[in-house]
């Protein structure tokens, strides 16, 4: 087969997929922006597609967001125009709508059969928007107008693809019936033999410190330290955990943009604004024991996790993080927010502790339980381990599971879902 990716930070969610086509003796493309020169990365001809347009000045705000992704939709579709004139016809296109980039390609390639990787329909009733009431809406009359246009992107490969698929239950309950029906959820995998316990696991601190398995640490991991993964709240329960754990050392990984939801106040990172809210209620000792690490190498990253003794995780009902279930892999006892993603891989008292999202003090209640009892630790670690590999492995169940999704897609007469 002739397969081509599009994914505007390739390979993002394809990483393994893409790779494993390639082992397979198929001729495998990617068009993205996140290259500038065409490159090889593990077999697949990496192609680069550059924006081609301005937004414009005296736009609708309301059309905003989906004028940045008709400008992607119409860029990867110029780039995609080039290839095939060049000779290129994929038997299968997989893409992340996400961004707009697929909008377009049925009407390049009507004979190819389209996958497209369904992440999120947005919605103001259940889910992230509106949560968190500590974050008002920014014109709350017109807030759900403006975002039933957000999905004005989704509507538009409603009818592009073929087959869909989704790594969570949540989220691809998030998507209307006519998508249900194509929409299979598989996960794209943790390799839980990397991803794994290690009593021999050592993290090196740049202060000179090293932790190991011996140690008390405490650790909370972002992307980015943001209130959509309730960054806020593990801050206002810090000064707390700080007291009633005198040894124990926080570790907290993620950089300083904003990946979801609104901005900071202008000058200030959300990192630098719960600091200051909360430095002055925990002595300097304390502080001394707090460790932010920006963002890491993957290999310091498992070793974090390996020498966790509470690994905390919050979110808002939303995308569920691959470092939430890369966290179980390694074993590490999880506390977590008691939110709807979360829930389908943590269960209380058995695979992790949940928590109120809102409610710091049970955090910190959750977090002490934990660190107090041995047997607990090792209990949950055991649990959250065997619950990650039964179910999100990557090579004996989320990779077969996803090539399989492919051989199918590959049976289908394309088009024919639209019929």
């Given at each position: 087969?002739?397969?081509?990716?599009?994914?505007?930070?390739?390979?993002?969610?394809?990483?393994?997929?893409?790779?494993?086509?390639?082992?397979?003796?198929?001729?495998?493309?990617?068009?993205?922006?996140?290259?500038?020169?065409?490159?090889?990365w593990n077999g697949v001809r990496v192609l680069p597609y550059s924006v081609q347009r301005t937004a414009a000045k005296a736009l609708h705000p309301w059309l905003i967001?989906?004028?940045?992704?008709?400008?992607?939709?119409?860029?990867?579709?110029?780039?995609?125009?080039?290839?095939?004139?060049?000779?290129?016809?994929?038997?299968?296109?997989?893409?992340?709508?996400?961004?707009?980039?697929?909008?377009?390609?049925?009407?390049?390639?009507?004979?190819?059969?389209?996958?497209?990787?369904?992440?999120?329909?947005?919605?103001?009733?259940?889910?992230?928007?509106?949560?968190?009431?500590?974050?008002?809406?920014?014109?709350?009359?017109?807030?759900?107008?403006?975002?039933?246009?957000?999905?004005?992107?989704?509507?538009?490969?409603?009818?592009?693809?073929?087959?869909?698929?989704?790594?969570?239950?949540?989220?691809?309950?998030?998507?209307?019936?006519?998508?249900?029906?194509?929409?299979?959820?598989?996960?794209?995998?943790i390799d839980t033999r990397i991803v794994c316990p290690s009593i021999k696991a050592r993290l090196e601190l740049k202060e000179g410190i090293t932790l190991t398995r011996?140690?008390?640490?405490?650790?909370?991991?972002?992307?980015?330290?943001?209130?959509?993964?309730?960054?806020?709240?593990?801050?206002?329960?810090?000064?707390?955990?700080?007291?009633?754990?005198?040894?124990?050392?926080?570790?907290?990984?993620?950089?300083?943009?904003?990946?979801?939801?609104?901005?900071?106040p202008k000058g200030m990172t959300w990192k630098q604004l719960y600091i200051d809210e909360v430095r002055g209620q925990i002595a300097t000792p304390n502080w001394d024991?707090?460790?932010?690490?920006?963002?890491?190498?993957?290999?310091?990253?498992?070793?974090?996790?390996?020498?966790?003794?509470?690994?905390?995780?919050?979110?808002?009902?939303?995308?569920?993080?691959?470092?939430?279930?890369?966290?179980?892999?390694?074993?590490?006892?999880?506390?977590?927010?008691?939110?709807?993603?979360?829930?389908?891989?943590?269960?209380?008292?058995?695979?992790?502790?949940?928590?109120?999202?809102?409610?710091?003090?049970?955090?910190?209640?959750?977090?002490?339980?934990?660190?107090?009892?041995?047997?607990?630790?090792?209990?949950?670690?055991?649990?959250?381990?065997?619950?990650?590999?039964?179910?999100?492995?990557?090579?004996?169940?989320?990779?077969?599971?996803?090539?399989?999704?492919?051989?199918?897609?590959?049976?289908?007469?394309?088009?024919?879902?639209?019929?």
């Open positions: 087969m002739k397969v081509l990716f599009i994914h505007q930070n390739f390979p993002g969610q394809f990483k393994h997929l893409a790779p494993a086509l390639v082992k397979k003796g198929h001729e495998v493309v990617s068009l993205t922006l996140k290259v500038k020169d065409p490159t090889n967001d989906f004028e940045t992704k008709l400008l992607r939709g119409e860029s990867c579709y110029l780039a995609a125009r080039k290839l095939r004139e060049q000779g290129f016809m994929p038997d299968i296109i997989v893409a992340h709508p996400g961004w707009g980039e697929s909008m377009f390609l049925r009407d390049l390639w009507p004979e190819a059969r389209i996958g497209l990787y369904y992440e999120l329909h947005y919605s103001n009733k259940g889910r992230d928007v509106g949560f968190d009431p500590e974050f008002p809406q920014a014109e709350a009359d017109t807030a759900s107008i403006r975002l039933r246009l957000k999905n004005i992107n989704n509507m538009m490969h409603l009818h592009v693809g073929d087959m869909g698929i989704c790594p969570t239950e949540f989220q691809a309950a998030s998507f209307p019936k006519e998508y249900r029906r194509i929409i299979e959820v598989i996960h794209d995998g011996e140690d008390e640490v405490i650790t909370f991991v972002n992307r980015n330290l943001e209130p959509y993964r309730g960054y806020h709240i593990f801050m206002r329960a810090l000064p707390r955990i700080l007291e009633e754990r005198p040894n124990a050392r926080v570790l907290i990984v993620g950089g300083d943009e904003v990946s979801y939801g609104s901005r900071p024991r707090v460790h932010f690490l920006g963002r890491i190498p993957y290999d310091q990253f498992l070793s974090l996790l390996q020498v966790s003794k509470a690994h905390v995780y919050l979110t808002y009902p939303f995308v569920l993080s691959w470092s939430l279930i890369e966290a179980m892999a390694a074993g590490a006892p999880i506390v977590a927010s008691d939110t709807a993603p979360v829930q389908e891989v943590i269960r209380h008292g058995e695979t992790g502790q949940l928590f109120p999202f809102f409610d710091p003090d049970r955090l910190v209640k959750e977090v002490c339980s934990v660190l107090e009892r041995e047997e607990l630790q090792t209990k949950l670690g055991s649990a959250a381990r065997k619950f990650a590999v039964e179910n999100y492995d990557l090579k004996t169940c989320c990779l077969p599971r996803q090539l399989n999704w492919i051989d199918r897609l590959f049976k289908m007469t394309p088009g024919a879902v639209r019929t």
